[in-house]
């Protein structure tokens, strides 16, 4: 478009200087002439083309830059609009990074990364313990993922933000079901008598919740 833009004023101004200086032709006295004797731009063209093709010439010369100063309005108003457009995009995504930025506050509030860390990217879940303090943390997270102001504007996070509540809803449920107390400590653990299967699913959805939370968190700028 920069460049049709600059034909286009070439153009333009290379008609408006012809059509001015025709007009003023007419009115030098090389064209009009002194007294009773005729000018000799006048007495060359006439000599060569005639008066009513001469104005044929300059008619199409002035619609031409009527056609072209319409085509320059038209370009500039649609260059406006466009600019206009671009701009509200710019606004809306920054207001976007903006909401987005302190939602990924508020899941780090409820989920911070030492927390996370900690508890799903380095437990072994077949073999280490896991404070019941911990679980409530996530329980936490849980009861206020439903908060609208907990949701991101950006699709691609708000759908990693689902799925991970989703498979932390799945990680909480089956800690539910298979658990055991150390003791009388704070400290609980898988049942050593638990299946293979029922391990390797919360070591495989704590690997996810770290990953989900990962890509979400790196997002921050």
């Known amino acids: 478009m920069g460049k049709f833009e600059k034909i286009l004023n070439a153009v333009f101004w290379v008609l408006s200087g ?9 009115y030098t006295t090389e064209y009009s002439g002194t007294d009773d004797k005729v000018g000799p731009i006048k007495r060359n063209l006439d000599k060569e083309y005639s008066f009513s093709l001469l104005m044929i010439i300059l008619i ?20 406006k609009e466009i600019l206009k457009q671009v701009e509200i995009k710019l606004i809306n995504k920054k207001e976007k990074n903006d909401s ?8 780090e509030a409820l989920l911070s ?21 911990d679980i409530h943390i ?16 950006d699709e691609n996070l708000e759908q990693k933000r689902n799925l991970l509540v989703v498979n932390m809803a799945e990680f ?11 003791g009388n400590s704070n400290l609980w653990r898988i049942p050593r008598k638990s299946r293979a299967s029922v391990i390797q699913s919360v070591n495989k959805y704590s690997e996810e919740i770290w990953k989900l939370y990962e890509q979400i968190i790196s997002n921050i700028k």
């Open 60 to 79: 199409v010369i002035l619609f031409l830059y009527i056609i072209i100063g319409i085509f320059k309005l038209v370009f500039s108003v649609s260059k």
């Open 172 to 182: 909480s449920e089956l800690l539910k079901n298979n658990n055991e107390q150390i």
């Open 113 to 133: 990364v030492n927390f996370m860390m900690n508890f799903f990217k380095k437990k072994d879940f077949g073999m280490d313990s896991f404070c019941i303090d």
């Open 100 to 107: 987005d930025k302190e939602t990924i506050n508020q899941v």
């Open 18 to 26: 012809i059509f001015t200086l025709s007009g003023v032709m007419f």
């Open 138 to 153: 996530i329980h936490d997270f849980l009861d206020e993922s439903i908060n609208p102001k907990l949701k991101f504007l």
